[in-house]
């Protein structure tokens, strides 16, 4: 840094005299500080560089390049929160500033002027001069030495040659030898340097040098190869590092320049080859000459400087740009926005050729071809058929250009795949091509005139993508000259709304997949999934089709209300512009909705409601674009019709944008359906439903509470403050209640505590709340009812009814016996009561059979249908009084444990000795099998009790006997108790009945017996025959099972019974039949 401010390099930073492995001049080298600058901006906004040149290179020729990467870095900057995009407002660009190139005007040589010499006289060489001197020779003469030669003298003179300066030009040309200098041509164009010297003079001296030396401008790439197949006469040297190549004259160009020094030579221009590597740049360039270098007569000179320049540089020519947006249908640019399914994106390409405007590249270059690459997204879109046209920027049509598309590079021409992998174009998949059909004539008309094109190409999203939220990028490629340029790419994301469905109470509680409750609000929540759309620019046509949501709710099901739906924005404000309608059918619905439920095979299953944006566009600016999601809220109640119906009910709805249909997620309810069950039993819990209950009986009603459907069920506290109750329709006619005895469990067989139990004469004194439920449901109880409700509903939901569990309720009644003297059945229903609906159990029946025992008189059992009731029995006569049991029907709720008679006789006009039978009056079944048929003697399995101090007999069934008895089985027993009339007089006579512990009096037997005439006198009395005691014959039609096929339960002690009760008999008939001898 200089005191000037200035920062410069002090010296040669190029990367080889630093001794770095690679170039430190590209923006990702990791050496590029040595040759940065760093500077800091401490205010403003603005940043400025500004370079200049301080110093010309020693060596002439060479040139500054500069570059400028900026690299904005900070330690504790915070990241910038984006910003919503803004369009600016820009000013009309300006018209470009016409610059007059500075022609360059060389020097004017002047030659040196010629050197005159005046050759000096040669001095004299002075001649040796001799002497001969005679002597008389000897006899024998001795020679004498001889004399040395003389020294040769040196002779100076001096030879003048004229030294030659020929005068040197650099030229720059292209392969049709056309002059570059200060021209433009395309990148990678060949470029030949002649290097012209003129002619070399004569009389010169010898010429023992001749190199040319030229530093070549960076970006020139230099070809060795062909530069020394042109140059054989030369010897070459390239310094790759340096740009730097030497020509140096090899020996036979040599002698072929000193061939004739009085005679003037042409030498011939060597060329160098080479092709210009960027865009944009200018390749300024001289070369020097050096003859003799290192004589005296050394000469070095420097040609004039070239300039070539490539096409881009941004202000001679502007730059290589080639552009490529999106355009919806209206012309609205949609780079980088979302847009929806069914969009159709105009790509409009700018195959940018301004800058190559008076370009004079060689038919070689031209060759090399033009054409424009589109490689598209084919995974995401979909060519749209002649969806292409080609015009020049002021929209004149372009013909001669032919659109191609491929599947694949693979699928392309060879032709063209070489010269895609020329300009480095590696298409991803598909691509769409623009070629002209003559590129001599292309170049021409549109290249070399700058005349710029615009390429449009239609491509619509894939249908196939509905649902999917897929970001896809589209990047071209302009070719001119073979050499490739991409464009800007293009980035689009396909949003698809993702609209949900929830059902939540009215404390806003989500029951989704929850049990609902009759006359319960469903408040069917949607979310207008409208976010994604934020920055969307949908053309006309497509908000056109409009703006719905549909639900397409249950009507057999549910009942909406239509005056208090809410539409709201995320930010809780009212939504306008929306209005509710009810369509019974899709055919009714409007046109746009119909045609996009078509297109996703959308049938709504009945009835369905649907939110429509009363102006598409204005819902469109206030909303969609802005993503401004919407809540409605729709409460629809459960139906009455749905209660205990246990079906579910399905709601689904759909958003319908741009003329595209969303589902949402399918919301499931099902109402409950409560099966409570009633049922009796006796004191074991078995069953006696239907079952014939005999005096004494307890029925133990069980109840089951069903709460299995409301397993996760969500209330709110206005439902849970109707209460759980149970109602108990029982008939007070026939049963007395036992409140104490009252249980409820659950099925852990805990004892369920926090239940009331009360009793109500009618349903009028119930709570209101059991009122209104029974009459909703039009349930009346025929009289009294038992209520048990629940003290603290809220635990009581949380406990059991939340967690789907069933309770068990026993309500024991003790049968009243009063009913026994008329028979018939008796009727108990139950109600369990819950959120204020009731639901019914089956209404359980029992059977009291009529006890109904009779007496009559009769004289035997072969004359048992002939009555003596009423009728006089003679005195002394031997009758029965036949006692009739009451008939026990079959399927009995609790055994038969008691089946007795007593029987009070006037013992004052009836003599009993003990003697009695008893027989079947029915076919009797065992549990073991065993019938007995009608009329079997069952005597012996009697016990008899006589006090004939009292007239007291009793005929009872032994136990034993009585439990193995098939409950399965009717049972009837007559009895016959052998009387013997001994007084005269009017008798009366009942039978007390007892079945069970319950005792129940016959009717009465009247019988008259006159007194006897007075005998005769002096007439003797005849003798009377005895009166033969009459028992009861043993019946023949159907002979008594013997007693060893009865049950063996208690066999030991009822024949022990049996037989005791034997020999009582027994005893007592030996004495009636020796009274009677007596008499």
Known sequence: ???????????????????????????????????????????????????????????????????LNTLPVARTVKPYSPQPHVTPKLDPVPEPIKVVPKTFTPKTFTPEPPVSFKEKPLEK?????????????????????????????????????????????????????????????????????????????????????????DYLPAGYAFDKEKTQAENENYTLTFDEAKNFVTLTAKEALLQEVNQDLTKSYQLVAPKLYGSLQNDGATYSNSYKLLINKGTSNAYTVTSNVVTVRTPGDGKITSRITPQKRNENEDGVVINDTVVALGTTNH??????????????????????????????????????????????????????????????????????????????????????????????????????????????????????????????RNKAYQVDFGNGYKTNEVTNTLVSPTPKKQNLNKDKVDINGKPMVVGSQNYYTLSWDLDQYRGIKADKAQIAKGFYFVDDYPEEAVLPDDTAIQLTTSNGKAVIGVTVKNYTSLSEAPKPLQAAFEKRKIAPKGAFQVFVAEDPQAFYDSYVTKGQNITIVTPMTVREEMLNSGKSYDNVAYQVDFG??????????????????????????????????????????????????????????????????????????????????????????????????????????????????????????????????????????????????TLVVTLPMTIKNELTKTGGKYENTAYQIDFGLAYVTETVVNNVPKLDPQKDVVIDLSQKENSLDGKEVALNQVFNYRLVGALIPGNRATPLIEYRFDDDYDESHDDYNGVYKAYTVVDVSLKDGTVLPKGTEVTKYTLQHVDTSKGTVTISFDKEFLEKLAEESEFQADVYLQMKRIASGEVENTVLHTVNGYTISSNTVKT??????????????????????????????????PASVLPNTGESQSLLALVGGGLLLGLAYGLAKRKMEDN
Do not use: C
């Open 660 to 805: 595209q249909a969303y589902e949402t997620n399918t919301v499931t309810n099902h109402v409950p359906k409560v099966n409570p069950h009633k049922t009796n039993t006796n004191k074991e819990g078995v069953s006696i439903d239907g079952k014939t209950v005999l005096p004494n009986t307890v029925n133990y009603y069980k109840i089951v509470l069903d709460y299995s459907q409301y397993k996760d069920l969500v209330v709110t506290e206005d439902t849970l403050s109707k209460g759980f109750y149970m109602v108990d329709d029982y008939p007070e006619e026939a049963l007395s209640l036992n409140a104490d005895g009252v249980q409820v469990m659950d099925k852990a067989g805990t004892l369920v505590k926090g239940i009331s139990v009360k009793a109500y004469a009618s349903l009028s004194e119930a709570p209101k709340v059991v009122q209104d439920a029974m009459a909703k449901r039009q349930f009346i109880p025929k009289g009294a009812i038992q209520v048990l409700s629940v003290d603290d509903p809220q635990a009581f939901y949380e406990t059991y009814v939340k967690t789907g569990q």
């Open 1008 to 1041: 008259t017996t006159p007194e006897p005439e007075p005998p005769t006198p002096n007439q003797p009395t005849p003798p009377q025959p005895p009166i033969p005691t009459q028992e009861p014959p043993v019946p023949t039609q159907e002979p008594p099972v």
């Open 347 to 472: 790509y409009r390409l700018t195959w940018d050729l301004d800058q190559y405007k008076g370009d004079t590249s060689s038919k070689e270059t031209i060759a090399r071809g033009f054409f424009f690459v589109d490689d598209y997204p084919e995974e995401v879109l979909d060519l749209v058929d002649k969806g292409t046209s080609i015009t020049t920027l002021d929209g004149k049509a372009v013909s001669g250009i032919t659109v191609k598309a491929y599947a694949s590079l693979s699928e392309a021409p060879k032709d063209l795949q070489d010269k895609l992998a020329h300009a480095k174009i590696s298409p991803k998949g598909a691509f769409q091509i623009f070629q002209p059909n003559d590129n001599q004539a292309f170049y021409d008309q549109y290249v070399k005139t700058g005349t710029s094109l615009n390429l449009l190409t239609k491509m619509t999203v894939k249908d196939r993508l509905y649902g999917q939220t897929k970001t896809y």
């Open 1 to 67: 840094m200089t005191d000037e401010g200035l920062a410069r390099s002090l010296s040669s930073n190029r990367a080889s005299d630093l001794n770095l492995p690679e170039e430190w001049d590209t923006s990702f080298s990791k050496y590029a500080y040595k040759g940065a600058i760093v500077s800091t901006v401490t205010s403003g906004n603005t940043y400025t560089v500004t370079f200049g040149q301080g110093d010309m290179p020693q060596n002439a020729g060479l040139t500054y390049w500069f570059a």
């Open 125 to 213: 060489v002075t001649q040796p001069s001799l002497t001969l001197t005679k002597v008389t020779l000897p006899k024998d003469p001795t020679p004498e030495p001889l004399p040395k030669a003389p020294q040769v003298p040196t002779v100076h003179y001096h030879d003048y040659r004229l030294t030659t300066t020929p005068e040197i030009m650099k030229k720059v040309v292209n392969t049709d030898q056309d002059n570059l200098h200060d021209k433009t041509i395309a990148k990678y164009s060949t470029v030949i340097y002649p290097l012209i010297v003129d002619v070399f003079s004569s009389n010169r001296a010898k010429t023992t040098t001749l190199t040319f030396e």
